[in-house]
């Protein structure tokens, strides 16, 4: 069996770089203004299927996984005329579908894909594209058990872009060997959720040959996704989404997803291998060091399900190795920016002349565009040089025993009090003038001026238990009536009626999808950051250190990134309280939180006037006359991948 793989390796070797992109008296890849030009015909697109060996036997059944990978490339794609590849790796396509119409593969009699989901394959193929849409291990026709985020997931989409490049052997469904000879080798991987997320796991490999990625609402470190500074959001949920996404028998991985659950360890809460194994950033299979590929990032800063931190670590250690790079930024919660209002024929332009410029060497231009995309009310767009705004400075408001949040530090001494108890963020931003047992909230007086988030807020504070450990909840609101992006019904959106198309279509396969529209509700706050914390992770979170009951300790962390307008005569909030049930699983300590008020701060990045410095005038203190608005009902969000 090694021989045969070996050899078969060095065969595709031959054949994937024998020939140049296509001969001089042959068909073309044709450019006009920075574009590819629909000059191949989707109806008579090649439509195959290949089963690709990955590296790993994920079920434990004594044989290499195959990866299933359906195929449409244009008919004249071949040794003649090399293209190169778009790749759409999920576990969804026979359990949820994609799209914001759950599209699922649908098959012909041949066993070849008639209807490819989503409409990469109807506006690319005719451009000299080919799709391929890889069903994850584990998943659909893929042998093998889902690894919910590790080796097995990673391996497998990293085998097909080894096979695209001659460096994996694949099978026809009669067992003779596949070869690629139609692949320049250049590929790009593109999805939302689970299928973003594969593509910055393959990514994080340094595979060859994989030139950009486009992850869309992607996790960057499974942790993050589970967790927040040891504080769980939902316990056995490794093998839950296990089970979603594979359609087999249920004893087929019966013993992987009980490792799953055993490994995460949700006794404590800590980041140990395994979770490492699913860290794209900064883990133990792949890691931000060695990504080859550019990336087109997109993701909401509402999406409470992959939340917005996982773009934002990602971005930033992208960055930081100077990556090529753009991202959007929307305030929707789970959506597709195909289905961002107003924006859709933006979004496939962008995107082609991003795949042209990435796998084609087009000269268009988009390198030099400014990077970000930023949305910031529920119909408008900014673009800027880079996200965060790099207008943006660190300022620091700090909370009195007034109830006061101003830029001036309290009085030495000034304390807060209140217990973790186990409550949803509807009841922590109830009635914040007045005193609750189970939290404390402090506000600014009316803003002179429109102020602007634009990144990451760190909360800072001095505590003091009664107990070993608590659930620490930072809420920064918004106190004042508005009209704001309502993602929490519908994600955000309404689906009309009425379809837009892009691309070319068959009786099986149309490219054209409803459109849709944002939807917006007038409330009297918004919670606009959100972080959470277990006092007992504040140094480390492998290692958990209990505090000492009634012993000060310094606890620092993070929330939710955010870009977000605070309104002329809004009032800026901070609400500091326990056990988060809209957002965690976990049972409340009961501990009592003392607060030092003097040594403790939130640092906001924010944005005024080109040359206004942020002063106390900006952010007046509260006279302590202004009581809020009364409880209101916020619908909890679901919390699953798709």
Same mark, same amino acid.
């Not at 060996?53 to 195929?71: A, N």
């Not at 994850?136 to 690894?147: A, L």
């Not at 990293?158 to 994996?168: E, Q, T």
């Given at each position: 069996?090694p021989?045969?793989r070996a050899?078969?390796i060095?065969?595709v070797?031959? #054949?994937v770089g024998a020939t140049p992109?296509?001969?001089?008296?042959?068909?073309?890849?044709?450019?006009e203004?920075?574009?590819?030009?629909p000059?191949f015909?989707?109806a008579?697109?090649?439509?195959e299927?290949?089963?690709v060996?990955?590296?790993?036997?994920?079920?434990?059944?004594? =044989?290499?996984?195959?990866?299933?990978?359906?195929?449409i490339?244009p008919k004249?794609?071949?040794p003649?005329?090399?293209v190169?590849?778009?790749i759409d790796?999920?576990?969804?396509?026979?359990?949820s579908g994609r799209?914001?119409?759950?599209?699922?593969?649908v098959?012909?009699?041949n066993?070849n894909?008639?209807?490819f989901?989503?409409f990469?394959?109807?506006y690319?193929?005719?451009?000299?594209?080919?799709?391929?849409?890889?069903d994850?291990?584990?998943?659909?026709?893929?042998?093998?058990?889902?690894?919910v985020?590790?080796r097995?997931?990673?391996?497998?989409g990293?085998?097909?872009?080894?096979?695209?490049?001659? %460096?994996?052997p694949?099978y026809?469904?009669?067992?003779?060997?596949a070869?690629?000879?139609?692949?320049t080798g250049k590929?790009a991987?593109?999805?939302?959720s689970?299928?973003?997320?594969l593509?910055?796991?393959?990514?994080a490999?340094?595979v060859?040959?994989?030139?950009?990625?486009v992850?869309?609402?992607?996790?960057?470190?499974w942790?993050?996704y589970?967790r927040?500074?040891g504080?769980?959001?939902?316990?056995?949920?490794?093998?839950?989404?296990?089970?979603?996404v594979d359609?087999?028998?249920?004893a087929?991985c019966a +013993?992987?997803?009980?490792r799953?659950?055993?490994d @995460?360890?949700?006794?404590?809460?800590?980041?140990?291998?395994?979770?490492?194994?699913?860290d794209y950033?900064?883990?133990?299979?792949? $890691?931000?060091?060695?990504?080859?590929?550019?990336?087109?990032?997109v993701?909401?800063?509402?999406?409470?399900?992959?939340?917005?931190?996982?773009f934002?670590?990602?971005?930033?250690?992208? +960055?930081?190795?100077?990556?090529?790079r753009?991202?959007?930024?929307?305030?929707?919660?789970?959506?597709d920016?195909?289905d961002f209002?107003g %924006?859709?024929?933006m979004?496939v332009d962008t995107?082609?002349?991003?795949f042209d410029? &990435?796998?084609?060497?087009v000269?268009?231009?988009?390198?030099?565009?400014?990077?970000a995309d #930023?949305? #910031?009310?529920p119909?408008?767009?900014i673009?800027?040089r880079?996200?965060?705004?790099?207008?943006?400075?660190?300022?620091?408001? =700090?909370p009195a025993?007034?109830?006061s949040?101003?830029?001036?530090?309290?009085?030495?001494?000034e !304390?807060?009090?209140?217990?973790?108890?186990?409550?949803?963020?509807d009841a922590?931003?109830a009635?914040?003038?007045?005193?609750k047992?189970?939290r404390?909230?402090?506000?600014t007086?009316e803003l002179p001026?429109d102020l602007?988030?634009?990144?990451?807020?760190?909360?800072d504070?001095r #505590? @003091?238990?009664?107990?070993?450990t608590a659930?620490?909840?930072?809420?920064l609101?918004d106190?004042?009536?508005?009209?704001?992006?309502?993602?929490?019904r519908g994600?955000?959106?309404t689906?009309l009626?009425?379809?837009?198309?892009?691309?070319e279509s068959?009786?099986?396969?149309? @490219?054209c999808?409803r459109?849709v529209v944002?939807?917006v509700?007038? =409330?009297?706050?918004e919670?606009v950051?959100?972080?959470?914390i277990?006092?007992?992770?504040?140094?480390?979170?492998t290692d958990?250190?209990p505090?000492?009951?009634?012993?000060?300790?310094?606890?620092k962390w993070?929330?939710?990134p955010?870009?977000y307008?605070?309104?002329?005569?809004?009032?800026?909030?901070?609400?500091? @309280?326990?056990?988060?049930?809209t957002?965690?699983?976990?049972a409340? !300590?009961?501990?009592k939180?003392?607060?030092?008020?003097?040594?403790s701060?939130?640092?906001?990045?924010?944005v005024?006037?080109?040359?206004?410095s942020l002063?106390d005038?900006d952010?007046?203190? $509260?006279?302590?006359t &202004?009581?809020?608005?009364r409880q209101?009902?916020?619908?909890?969000?679901e919390?699953?991948l798709?």
């Open positions: 069996m021989q045969l050899a078969l060095a065969a070797l031959v #054949v992109a296509h001969a001089a008296d042959g068909p073309a890849i044709t450019v203004q920075g574009r590819t030009q000059v015909s989707y008579d697109a090649i439509r299927h290949v089963y060996e990955s590296e790993i036997d994920s079920d434990g059944d004594g =044989r290499l996984d195959r990866v299933r990978v359906d195929i490339r004249e794609s071949g003649g005329l090399k190169p590849a778009i790796e999920s576990p969804y396509y026979d359990n799209g914001n119409e759950s599209e699922r593969k098959y012909d009699a066993g894909l008639a209807k989901p989503l990469y394959d109807n690319f193929v005719p451009r000299g594209y080919a799709v391929l849409d890889v994850m291990i584990g998943t659909t026709k893929s042998d093998g058990c889902p690894d985020g590790g097995g997931d990673v391996l497998g990293k085998a097909v872009i080894d096979w695209l490049n001659g %460096r994996a694949a026809h469904a009669d067992g003779t060997p070869f690629a000879d139609w692949s590929a991987m593109i999805g939302k689970y299928d973003g997320t593509a910055n796991a393959v990514a490999t340094g060859q040959g994989l030139e950009t990625i992850p869309i609402s992607a996790i960057s470190s942790y993050r589970q927040s500074n504080v769980i959001y939902n316990y056995n949920y490794m093998s839950y989404l296990a089970r979603v359609t087999d028998p249920a087929k +013993a992987v997803r009980t799953l659950d055993a @995460a360890d949700d006794r404590t809460g800590n980041y140990n291998a395994f979770w490492a194994e699913r950033v900064n883990g133990t299979v792949g $890691d931000v060091s060695k990504v080859r590929a550019s990336v087109f990032a993701h909401t800063v509402n999406d409470l399900n992959v939340k917005p931190d996982h934002s670590t990602w971005w930033e250690a992208l +960055a930081d190795r100077n990556v090529p753009k991202i959007w930024v929307g305030q929707y919660q789970h959506v920016p195909f209002e %924006r859709r024929d979004w995107l082609h002349r991003w410029h &990435w796998l084609l060497g000269g268009n231009g988009i390198m030099d565009e400014p990077r #930023v949305q #910031v009310g119909t408008s767009w673009t800027q880079d996200w965060p705004a790099p207008a943006a400075s660190t300022k620091f408001l =700090r025993a007034d109830g949040l101003a830029l001036s530090p309290g009085k030495n001494g !304390t807060a009090t209140f217990t973790d108890v186990r409550q949803s963020e922590m931003v009635d914040v003038g007045t005193a047992p189970g404390v909230a402090f506000t007086g001026r602007r988030l634009s990144g990451t807020p760190v909360v504070l #505590v @003091a238990l009664d107990k070993p659930n620490l909840t930072a809420l609101v106190f004042g009536e508005d009209t704001r992006v309502d993602w929490r994600q955000g959106i689906t009626t009425e379809e837009s198309c892009h691309g068959t009786a099986a396969d149309d @490219a999808y459109k944002t939807n509700a007038t =409330r009297p706050l919670i950051a959100r972080g959470w277990d006092a007992q992770n504040r140094d480390s979170l958990p250190s505090m000492t009951p009634g012993t000060y300790a310094q606890v993070k929330t939710l955010q870009d307008i605070f309104k002329k005569g809004h009032r800026l909030g901070l609400v500091i @309280a326990g056990t988060d049930s957002y965690s699983g976990e409340a !300590t009961g501990a939180v003392t607060v030092d008020l003097h040594k701060r939130v640092q906001l990045p924010l005024l006037g080109v040359g206004h002063t005038g952010i007046p203190k $509260d006279t302590g &202004w009581h809020g608005p209101i009902d916020l619908p909890v969000p919390n699953h798709y």
